[in-house]
């Protein structure tokens, strides 16, 4: 089945400075990639939807220039949060849109990546 | 946008019971799927299931997709079905929209 792949799992950085998060298909092409935050105890939220080739498409309220988004090919998604500060720590989820035979489009997620900023 | 209400939000059963997990949902979709979280925050997708009946093991899922619900039945529980219990509709667009969950606790 589709396999996705995020890393790190768990990064600490010092406040100020920027953090990538990568996101990749394994075993499948992904034109569209989505990025989600979720704090503790709460439910997803969609930051921002990620096409290849083209700019991500940012939620409501999610600064753009703060968490960017590069989507340069097909198996690949990364996110960078720029600047960082303690209240951007939180576990950032990435998913991909994979076409699941006959049965329509299925979302697989990676494992997560549970940023700590000090 | 779409609304997705899970019940209930908490559940605590003893290991070998059974359950079952409520979905409503407020427009027609064209995605239903149920995932697992496990406690180091892995989603695990159970069921792709926008409409009809679908077993796997000790699990099996229903959407009545004509009156907007979907139930995850989980029988003879174990204490590692534990984890926090999502359901998550796409309708209209290629966004997923969770619900808050539910978390289970299987106690042995």
């Known amino acids: 089945g589709a396999v996705v792949s995020q890393h790190p799992s768990w990064v600490i950085c010092k406040s100020g400075t920027s953090v990538k998060i990568e996101c990749r298909s394994l075993?499948?092409?992904?034109?569209?990639m989505f990025w989600y935050r979720q704090f503790p105890k709460q439910s997803l939220m969609l930051m921002a939807t990620?096409?290849?080739?083209?700019?991500?498409?940012?939620e409501q309220g999610v600064e753009k220039d703060k968490f960017l988004i590069n989507h340069a090919s097909l198996t690949l998604s990364t996110l960078t949060v720029t600047s960082a500060h303690p209240e951007d720590s939180s576990f950032y989820i990435c998913?991909?849109?994979?076409?699941?035979?006959?049965?329509?489009?299925?979302?697989?997620f990676g494992s997560g990546t549970r940023l700590t900023v000090v | 946008g779409i609304q997705v209400e899970q019940s209930p939000p908490d559940l605590i059963l003893q290991e070998g019971a059974n359950s079952t997990l409520r979905c409503n949902f407020s427009?027609?979709?064209?995605?239903l799927q149920w995932f697992h979280q496990n406690p180091w925050g892995q989603l695990i997708n159970l069921f792709y299931?926008?409409?009809g009946t679908k077993q796997n093991g000790r699990l099996s899922a229903t959407t009545v997709a004509t009156e907007r619900y979907s139930l995850l039945y989980i029988s003879s529980s174990q204490t590692t079905d534990s984890g926090v219990y999502f359901c998550?509709?796409?309708?209209?667009?290629?966004?997923?929209?969770f619900g808050k969950g539910t978390k289970l606790t299987v106690n042995p």
């Open positions: 998550a509709v796409v309708s209209g667009s290629e966004k997923l929209v």
């Open positions: 998913s991909a849109r994979d076409y699941w035979g006959g049965v329509g489009y299925g979302y697989t």
């Open positions: 075993d499948f092409q992904a034109t569209t």
């Open positions: 427009d027609s979709v064209n995605n």
């Open positions: 299931i926008p409409s």
């Open positions: 990620s096409n290849e080739g083209s700019k991500a498409t940012y």
